[in-house]
Each structure stands twice: as structure tokens, then as C-alpha cells.
């Protein structure tokens, strides 16, 4: 059984860009959230994905989007990137009735 | 509105036992979960509690009274890899989904 993955581990970008930031969920696992955490912080809830349809949301702006794909595979992509915006972000997945969420080790981005 | 609270840091010897406490104020609260995190990892998932009443696996223990939206984590027979963050977190029923809201962590540090 494995876990969660994700991808790249780090990534630098300028502010404007555009990065998308991919996740491959744990077998078996039909949700995936996403979380961003800063430096010293906890994370901080994105938004979730249940059969390829984002079902909640955080208090983040349009800007952050996602997709989860049909075999559960995920991304996120954030446009028009603001330096405010280097964390590492944590993607988990989970069965929706589940409690337990397996995370990934994350992508540390940093915006310059 | 959603929060968490939980001390910033905590330091023990090896071989002490300590409470980490968590008391939170939430809406649709589903349980209370304690998640650790080492510098530079992924958050693991150590412990849930829907139930008032005290959960234990193996040197961890985690408690829960929902009347007063409190917890906390206890440690036992604490060891230098027990070093780490820990962050609690709510489970939270919300349009329809489970959503996952964590504090800010305790940092713990093991002295010898």
C-alpha cells in the first residue's frame, strides 16, 4: 500500500507566475484536502475534492483552484502568485467517511 | 467562527510524561484528532476522539470532553525522537462534508 505522494518537493517562482503542484492519493482513498502551512504555523485548510468535484473550501480566494482526477490523483494550481503565498503545501487524502487522513511530505514553495 | 488553542511549546526530560492541551470552539463538531509532524515531514496521524473519555495507544493517550471543547495529548515514557510538533485538530461537518481545522502546534522538545 502506498502512501501519499507528492510532487515536485520544492519549486521557486516569481511573483505573477502561475504553479501547479500535483498529489497522487493513498490506494484506496477517495478524498483529497489540501493545506497550506507557513513557517511555524498548522496547516491551513484549501479546499477538499470528492469524486472530482471540490466540495468545501477554505478561506482562500479564487486564485487557488484545484482538480482531482478519476483515479484520485490531484492538483493545485495557484495563478497570479503573491510572495505571501511561500508555504508548503500539504496535500492528504482520506475516504470521506474516514477520520484518518494520510499526508503527503508536501512542496515547499518559495515566491520571490 | 472556527479555532483552536494549544500551548506553543513544551519541554520535558526523557523518560517524563507530559499533557499537551488543546481547547477549541467549532461548529458541527464531528471529533478531535492530534496529528505529529517532525521539521521538514509530513504530519502523521496519531490519535481521533469522537467520544468523551480517554483513547490510548501504546505510549500516547489522547482525551476528549466535548462539553467543555477540550482535549488534550499525553506522552508517556517520553523519548528523543518524541521531539517534534504536535497539532490538534477538529473534525468539522460543514455543507455536507468532513473537514479537517488544526491549531498552531506545540513544538515539544526531549532533553536528555
Known amino acids: 500500500e502506498t502512501g501519499v505522494t507528492q510532487s515536485p518537493t520544492h519549486l521557486i517562482k516569481t511573483r505573477g507566475q502561475q504553479v501547479t503542484l500535483r498529489c497522487s492519493s493513498q490506494?484506496?482513498?477517495?478524498?483529497v484536502s489540501w493545506y497550506q502551512q507557513a513557517l511555524g504555523q498548522g496547516p491551513q485548510f484549501i479546499f477538499q475534492y470528492y469524486r472530482e468535484e471540490e466540495n468545501g473550501r477554505g478561506n482562500f480566494p479564487p486564485r487557488f483552484s484545484g482538480l482531482q482526477f478519476p483515479n484520485y490523483s490531484s492538483e493545485l494550481n495557484v495563478n497570479a502568485l503573491e510572495l505571501d503565498d511561500s508555504a508548503l503545501y500539504l496535500c492528504a487524502s482520506s475516504l470521506r467517511t474516514d477520520y484518518g487522513y494520510t499526508f503527503g511530505s508536501g512542496t515547499r514553495l518559495t515566491v520571490v | 467562527g472556527q479555532s483552536l488553542e494549544q500551548p506553543s511549546e513544551v519541554t520535558a526530560v526523557e523518560g517524563a510524561i507530559v499533557q499537551i492541551n488543546c481547547t477549541y470552539q467549532?461548529?458541527?463538531?464531528?471529533?478531535l484528532s492530534w496529528y505529529q509532524q517532525h521539521d521538514g515531514g509530513a504530519p502523521t496521524f496519531l490519535s481521533y476522539?469522537?467520544?468523551?473519555g480517554l483513547e490510548e495507544t501504546g505510549r500516547f493517550s489522547s482525551f476528549l470532553s466535548r462539553s467543555d471543547s477540550y482535549g488534550y495529548l499525553l506522552l508517556q515514557e517520553l523519548q528523543m525522537k518524541d521531539s517534534a510538533s504536535y497539532f490538534c485538530?477538529?473534525?468539522?461537518?460543514?455543507?455536507?462534508?468532513?473537514?479537517?481545522?488544526f491549531g498552531a502546534g506545540t513544538r515539544l522538545a526531549v532533553h536528555p
Open positions: 467549532t461548529s458541527g463538531f464531528y471529533g
Open positions: 485538530a477538529v473534525s468539522s461537518i460543514s455543507g455536507g462534508y468532513n473537514k479537517l481545522i
Open positions: 476522539n469522537a467520544l468523551d
Open positions: 490506494s484506496g482513498h477517495n478524498t
